[in-house]
Every structure is written in C-alpha cells, then in structure tokens.
C-alpha cells in the first residue's frame, strides 16, 4: 500500500478551478482512476464559458498546468487567451503613461497570459470524464462520518450526501469553505442552523467591492498597445481600472472601489452597491457607470467605454475577503480531508495569484500523493508546503508594502511567485 492506494476513491467537492485542476492532477500525475467532482452550481452555469471575467496565468500556473495537463494544454491555453507584453499606466492625462515591460518570458521562459474564467474552466472540464463531474449538488453538505478508514460526506447527522464513502475529500468549496471551517475546528459537522455563518466566520472584510467583465470585442490598437494592461488608480485610492486583452478577439476590465466612510463620528462605512441588489446587474451597471463619470476623471474614460459596450448579464462582483489565517494544516486529522484553492488560502495581497495558487496546489497535491509511502505524510507533506508558501507570499508582500510606503527600494515579489517549480 502507498498513498495512490489508500487515495484509491477521491471526492472532491467544489468544481471551480482548483477542484478541476485537482481532479485532472490526481487522475494523470497520482495515478487515481476514482475521482469523482460535485459541483453546487447548475449545469447550464458550469458550462456557460461567458461566466466569470478573466484570470491572469502567471508562468507558476502555467508550469503547474503543464505538468497536469502536458503541452496539449498548455498549447489550448495559449490558443484561447493572450500573452501579456506590459502593463501601462495611466497617470493623469497631462502626462506620459508609464509603460511597464512584462519580463516573465525573458525571466522564466513562460510569459503571463490572460484567459476568459468560463474558458479556462471549461479547457479543464474537458479533460476530465463528464461522467466524473455532478452539477447542482453539494452545496447543501454540513459534514460528515467515518466509516472505518473512509468518510461519508453527510447533508445532515441523519442524512448521507451519497450512499457510498471515500478515502479521501478534497475540499476545493471557494473562500466560505465547509470543510476549512471543519479541519480549523476539528468537527465533524457545521454548527446545526448556522452553516452558512459558519463557513465565512473565518473571513474578514478587505474593505472594496470588485467588478469586472470580458467584452466580446477587441482592444482598439490605435488607442492601446497591444497585448498591454491598462491601470489608472484614481487620486485617494478609492477607485483602481484596469483594462486589458482577455484573448484574441475580446478585452476585459475591472474596477475596485473601496468603501467610504459613511459617518465620520461612528465609523460606519458604506459599502458601493450596498443599497442595491447584487443580483441585479443591469443596477450595478448603472451605479458603477454613475460612480466613475461622477470622479470626472479622463483617465477613467478607457474604463467607461468599455463597461457601456458590456452585456450587464456579463459583469462578476466580488467583495475583497481574506480568511484571517492560513493554515497550521490543510490536513482534518484523520487525513481524510485535505484543501485546496481559495478554501486553503484565501488571500489578499495575492498579487491577483489567487488562481495560479490553486493550480499549483493541484499539481503539488497530485505529486505528493503519488510519490508518498502513505496517505497520512503525502498530506502533511502538501499542507507544510502549501501552508509556508502562502506565508512566505504574505510576509514578502507586507515587507513590500511597508517599505513603499517609507518610499524604499522595494523587491519585486513577482520574481519570487512566479520562481515556483514542482518540487
Ligand atoms: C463562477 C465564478 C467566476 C469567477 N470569476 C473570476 C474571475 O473572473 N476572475 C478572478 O480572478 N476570479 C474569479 N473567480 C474566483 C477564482 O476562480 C478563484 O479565486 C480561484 O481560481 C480559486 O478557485 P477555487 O476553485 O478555489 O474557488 P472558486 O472559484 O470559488 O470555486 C469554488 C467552487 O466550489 C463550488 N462549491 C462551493 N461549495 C460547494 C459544495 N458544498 N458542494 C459543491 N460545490 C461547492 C462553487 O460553486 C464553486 O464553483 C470566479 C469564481 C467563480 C465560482
């Protein structure tokens, strides 16, 4: 017996990028044939490739990604996304953009790419058995039991989620994760009516609100520089646009917008879209829009045209949420659960990695597992690696920070992330 053996039937709950990344790396890196991926959103929402906004590949994502899904994948991911050259800013329009070589090729022979989220969700779901992937279930699982060396993730104490048990759990269920909530408290079930507090009550507030779409059109290459990022941080800090290519034929753009103080004597803040429906995007179209014509700046106009040519149906909110602490284990006790993705490491400071973290995290997972004698040091050895990589993310950039703000040299953290090898 060694750890692929006793990893023999793997669920893994959560079919985001990390469970898919995950799933994918068991199957061709730990050898396992039983993997099994419940997903909670409907089947018409996990195959909408419109769904989401853009994430960034950063060459440890992609050499993560490499190593999971060979050069076939690699070449699709390229094929569907867009390699970065630079990003300019944009500081007022009285001065010269600042243009901003991307040296991530020169530096690691990878360059960052960026890809539609709904397209590099599906370029991994395809690799995988659709027959290994149930939509629209999970979402109402609160815990779980043993059964002898297996667990069986359970609805309620009376209740089983499947009838069968696994040997193992990967807990790939996004930033308000059940199965952290369970490992940090060494519990077997969420708190009975207060599962969903519960799983966020780890989770603090970072304080904005971020918005962002991929516009079906190109970027206009006699206004921008091809295969350049646009950002413009407007005076104060409250508001952050970027813009960019998402692929060959469609831009993205995102805005942050930091919440203000609504009462000076009681501190009370207000949150930007907080008196409307999040759900209502044809609402937050129109008070987004509202927000950044009011700053009557011309440096936001790039931002404006694009977030007026945008379906509203397209635009992805998310709060800034970070959990306070990472770790000490990604690993429940009896080594039947392990996590990965935002459900391990919900970070801010994340240099946008938050993605290229999940892939890394599938690939490390996969190569513990398969080169473990058993199943119980492959996950200490995965959650020590993950868990110190994450901090050594957190201290670099806090360093970096306080050493901006005293108008230091600062390090490029970037070097250091995008370094990451498969060990
Ligand atoms: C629909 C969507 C769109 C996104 N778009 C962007 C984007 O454009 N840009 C960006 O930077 N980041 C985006 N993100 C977030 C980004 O993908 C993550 O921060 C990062 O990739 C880590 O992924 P993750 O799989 O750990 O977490 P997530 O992406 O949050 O995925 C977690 C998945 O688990 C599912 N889930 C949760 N609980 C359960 C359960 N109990 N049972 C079954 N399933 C469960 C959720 O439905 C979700 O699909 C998006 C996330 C989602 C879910």
Redesign the pocket.
């Known amino acids: 017996m060694n750890a692929s053996d006793e990893a023999n039937t793997t669920l893994v709950?959560?079919?985001?990028?990390?469970?898919?990344a995950t799933a994918l790396a068991l199957r061709n890196i730990a050898g396992l044939s039983e993997v099994r991926i419940?997903?909670?959103?409907t089947d018409e929402?996990?195959n909408n490739i419109q769904?989401?906004?853009?994430?960034?590949l950063g060459p440890n994502g992609l050499r993560a990604l490499r190593f999971i899904g060979g050069e076939a994948l690699l070449s699709k991911i390229m094929e569907n996304g867009v390699e970065l050259k630079g990003t300019v800013i944009v500081i007022s329009s009285k001065m010269d953009p600042m243009v901003i070589p991307d040296t991530a090729e020169a530096d690691t022979g990878l360059s960052q790419v960026f890809i539609?989220?709904?397209v590099m969700?599906s370029l991994l779901a395809e690799q995988l058995p659709s027959d290994s992937i149930s939509t629209g279930?999970?979402?109402?699982?609160t815990g779980y039991q043993p059964v002898e060396s297996t667990i069986q993730p359970m609805i309620t104490p009376d209740e089983p989620f499947l009838p069968q048990s696994f040997d193992l759990v990967v807990g790939?269920?996004?930033?308000?994760?059940?199965f952290r909530h369970l490992i940090q408290n060494d519990a077997t079930f969420l708190p009975p009516n207060e599962a969903q507090a519960a799983r966020r009550s780890d989770l603090k507030d970072g304080g904005r609100m971020n918005i962002?779409a991929?516009v079906p059109k190109k970027m206009d290459e006699a206004s921008f520089k091809p295969g350049h990022s646009y950002a413009h941080f407007a005076a104060g800090g409250g508001v952050a646009c970027f813009a960019g290519p998402a692929s060959a034929d469609s831009t993205y753009w995102a805005i942050s917008i930091a919440d203000e103080k609504k009462d000076e004597e009681t501190e009370d803040v207000f949150e930007f879209l907080s008196d409307i429906d999040m759900n209502d995007n044809k609402a937050v179209k129109q008070t987004l829009l509202s927000k950044l014509k009011g700053l009557e700046l011309e440096e936001c106009q790039f931002v404006i045209d694009l977030i007026e040519s945008t379906e509203s149906e397209c635009i992805?909110l998310?709060r800034s949420i970070e959990a306070e602490s990472i770790g000490p284990s990604l690993v429940s006790k009896d080594n039947n659960i392990v996590l990965?993705?935002?459900?391990?490491h919900?970070m801010s400071n994340s240099y946008?990695q938050?993605?290229n973290?999940?892939f890394e995290d599938a690939a490390s997972l996969a190569v513990c597992i398969r080169d473990g004698k058993d199943l119980g040091s492959a996950l200490e050895t995965f959650s020590e690696s993950r868990v110190a990589r994450c901090i050594e993310m957190q201290t670099r950039s806090a360093e970096r920070a306080a050493k901006a703000m005293k108008g230091e040299q600062v390090e490029d953290v970037s070097k250091w992330i995008f370094e990451w090898d498969i060990q």
């Open positions: 709950v959560g079919g985001g990028l990390a469970g898919l419940v997903e909670a959103s929402s996990f769904e989401g906004a853009g994430v960034q539609p989220w709904g969700r279930v999970g979402g109402d699982i790939a269920d996004g930033a308000a994760s059940t962002k991929v992805y998310q990965v993705g935002d459900a391990a919900c946008g938050s993605s973290f999940a």
